[in-house]
């Protein structure tokens, strides 16, 4: 795909709005150019273009029809007129951005390199065939001419169409050959500067001197057939021709007509001018391509001419020296700019997060403090600019959409723990999990849950820079506990819990990583004394989306509040890496619902990504309703990182979640001593070790042992015939649950006891024991 044209809009900051543009993408040169209308482009009046060369495209997954482009510090916003419009601009940009980003050694890499001498010969032995099929063909039409059967004169004339429709294609095909040869060394003066002159001569030669093809055989077979074909045929109407370089003012055929000069128009450029070959050897087709309208700028791509260029980027309609590529993107005057104005103020402050109060965290006094895992990194990761060979290199592994599950991520980049571990962080406020069920009434409890649910995120994340967790190996565990405050402690120990040596006033967690491909973690926790669990389960997909990486938590959670015969049904928003070239941050976003089917009462929670003018980061709104009723008996919003006011349909209002201010209850582990060998923190504890002491290299090496187990194991599985057996979950239909979670225990126990008491249930469970 050549060129791509068509409109779009553009943001422009003066405007602060959308405005319509007529956009031209011409692979070739690597230019995304843009123009007021489609008649002044054809007058090659340009406002403006984005060089690919280096380029990143960028998409939001939360809108399908607007797209970002950043190059030379910038970040350009389009927006196209649908989702479909948008990937085909996305992949015209992606093929031209990998075209003039990849360096040329690589393109070329083994590879032959015809000579001008095999490209001649070439063309010339095509122009010989080219000849015997016309003359077949004109053979053939005395046939026709001499045939008395219709039905034979029609089947020969449905051969001369296709004869001729061929040949038509084949002399079209030879005259871009000679035009893209022009142009391929016009392109080699823009990268190289000046050809040597035995190389200028070559490149010149097709309009300096004759060649030993004649244009003749393909150009004009007749004056009247083939000079009408190249201007008026359907083929070459819809055919955009490239721009080609300098061509002699006529050629002499074989026939002796005499060939007009190039005249041709590409879908880029404005017609050439009459004169055919300008006397600074400039071709009139890219001269008209950036040539400003009214406007008299030098054209000898002289030094002076590019200064020319450079200090008019702020006048309107700028002409640029056709064999001078524009040094940086532009635009014409400071009303067009539409690149991200805020991207340079926002370098030192939102691209640099400021630094967040550290939050208090409530430890119990016989707590373990785990060197590895419990200390909060205090360094931030700073700017990937250091690792900027590491990050394109990825970069160049992945398109736009891509799902990235496969892909390799930089150990540096890692979190010190694992996904399992940041999943218990759900529970950071176990006091208000648990809290649910000490209201009477079924709308407290809703906005109770809802409570409990928007502070669930923040703790998750530790540092204001975005890490990315360990992906858990199949067969991981992940076990801990938290002692809820202003609770008394029970001595009584939950040995048929999720974790053994919890008690029954104590919040239990375990979570396992149960599938591999896809990736999905199943959790469970509860408090038996509070009668109240969760069951739940995600499966993380991850999404290229240019300079975000979007991280999609496909999956449910179930709570069960037993004691009123309840489940809340609550799914999970999207996470967001922003930033990744820079200072990478975290956001969420989405639309995502809590629900009671026996009450009836729901909640609607949309987890507000920042538009890229203006706005705030980690906006949340929620709406709670009660049964049948349109009109919210409760709003909330704020941030899901900060504060959360709420709005009652009575009037009252409060502060809903303060996260900043609320103390985090520190979850409790066993020492990785006495931990499985699958469970998390010893799993990757040298992992951990490495990246704690900044031995990446370390780090990366005990990583790829534990991700090549994970394969061999998996290969052995699949040649023994074997099926992964999960340890503490199973799938039921589309869902993973707990194999024993609190309510079936609690109906075991009653059956039991009914035994107990029962003499003939006494004598049949002794038995069955």
Not at 56 to 76: C, M, N, P, Y
Not at 165 to 172: A, N, P, R, V
Not at 214 to 234: D, E, I, N, R, V
Request: glycine share 6%; proline share 5%.
């Amino acid at each position: 795909m050549a060129t791509i044209e068509g409109p779009l809009s553009k943001w422009t900051n003066v405007m602060k709005g959308w405005q319509y543009r007529w956009f031209v993408l011409d692979e070739n040169t690597g230019l995304l150019s843009y123009y007021t209308s489609k008649e002044k482009m054809m007058r090659g009046s340009r406002r403006g273009c984005v060089r690919l060369k280096g380029a990143i495209i960028g998409i939001d997954d939360e809108d399908d029809s607007t797209f970002t482009i950043t190059v030379d510090q910038k970040t350009f916003h389009f927006q196209a007129r649908d989702a479909e419009e948008r990937e085909r601009w996305i992949g015209g940009l992606e093929e031209a951005i990998l075209r003039h980003t990849q360096p040329l050694s690589k393109q070329r890499e083994s590879k032959h390199i015809p000579s001008t001498a095999e490209f001649d010969s070439k063309v010339a032995e095509t122009d010989a065939y080219l000849q015997l099929l016309i003359d077949q063909t004109k053979a053939l039409d005395e046939k026709i001419e001499q045939c008395d059967d219709p039905a034979a004169r029609e089947k020969y004339s449905v051969i001369k169409v296709a004869a001729e429709t061929m040949i038509e294609s084949i002399k079209q095909s030879i005259v871009l050959l000679q035009m893209s040869k022009q142009q391929i060394a016009d392109q080699a003066m823009v990268e190289n500067g000046p050809l040597t002159p035995p190389l200028q001569a070559a490149a010149g030669s097709i309009g300096r001197k004759k060649h030993s093809l004649s244009f003749s055989k393909f150009f004009h077979s007749s004056a009247s057939k083939l000079g009408s074909s190249l201007s008026t045929s359907p083929a070459a109407s819809t055919t955009e021709l490239p721009p080609i370089g300098p061509m002699p003012n006529s050629m002499a055929t074989s026939n002796g007509i005499d060939v007009p000069p190039h005249n041709t128009t590409t879908s880029h450029s404005l017609p050439a001018s009459s004169g055919g070959l300008e006397e600074n050897g400039i071709s009139p087709a890219v001269d008209a391509l950036l040539e400003e309208e009214g406007g008299d700028m030098e054209q000898d791509g002289s030094v002076g001419a590019q200064s020319h260029m450079m200090s008019a980027y702020s006048n309107s309609d700028m002409h640029v020296p056709p064999r001078v590529m524009p040094m940086t993107s532009y635009s014409s005057s400071e009303d067009e700019e539409f690149y991200d104005a805020e991207e340079l103020e926002r370098s030192a402050t939102e691209d640099e997060p400021p630094k967040a109060e550290p939050v208090q965290v409530i430890a119990s006094k016989d707590d373990y403090f785990d060197e590895l895992y419990d200390e909060v990194d205090q360094e931030d990761l700073g700017s990937l600019e250091g690792q900027g060979s590491i990050v394109t290199h990825l970069l160049s592994q992945v398109r736009i959409g891509m799902d990235l599950t496969k892909i390799v991520l930089p150990t540096f980049i890692l979190e010190r723990r694992s996904l399992l571990e940041m999943f218990a962080d759900f529970f950071a406020h176990p006091d208000l999990f648990v809290g649910i069920v000490d209201f009477k009434d079924p709308k407290e409890r809703m906005i109770q849950v809802v409570r409990w649910y928007l502070s669930a995120f923040h703790a998750g994340r530790r540092s204001d820079i975005a890490k990315k967790p360990y992906n858990p190996i199949i067969g991981e565990t992940f076990q801990c506990f938290w002692d809820i405050p202003n609770m008394e402690p029970s001595d009584e120990v939950s040995d048929s819990g999720p974790v053994p040596w919890v008690h029954k006033n104590n919040l239990a967690f375990i979570a396992e990583q149960v599938s591999h491909h896809p990736p999905i973690s199943a959790f469970y926790a509860e408090h038996s004394g509070k009668r109240i669990s969760l069951d739940g389960y995600i499966w993380t997909k991850s999404k290229f989306l240019g300079l975000s990486i979007g991280v999609y938590m496909i999956g449910q959670a179930v709570i069960s509040v037993l004691d009123h015969d309840e489940e809340y049904v609550l799914t999970f928003p999207t996470g967001y890496g922003r930033s990744i070239l820079t200072v990478p941050w975290i956001e969420l976003g989405g639309k995502v619902g809590v629900q009671c089917a026996k009450t009836g009462y729901y909640a609607n929670i949309e987890f507000k990504t920042k538009p890229f003018y203006g706005g705030k980061k980690h906006q949340v709104a929620a709406a709670i309703f009660a049964p049948n009723d349109k009109k919210p008996i409760c709003t909330i919003d704020g941030e899901w990182n900060g504060v959360m006011w709420a709005q009652y349909n009575t009037g009252r209002s409060e502060k809903f979640v303060d996260t900043k201010s609320m103390p985090i209850i520190k979850k409790k582990v066993k020492p990785r001593t006495e931990q499985g060998e699958f469970e998390s923190r010893r799993l990757w504890q040298d992992v951990t070790k490495h990246l704690k002491e900044k031995n990446v290299d370390k780090a990366t090496e005990f990583k790829r042992k534990l991700e090549q187990r994970q394969r061999e194991e998996a290969k052995e599985r699949l040649e023994k015939g074997l099926k992964w057996e999960t340890k503490h979950f199973h799938e039921q239909g589309e869902h993973w649950l707990h194999h024993r979670p609190l309510l079936k225990r609690l109906q075991e126990t009653v059956t039991r006891k009914s035994r107990q008491n029962s003499p003939e249930g006494d004598s049949e469970y002794d038995s069955a024991s």
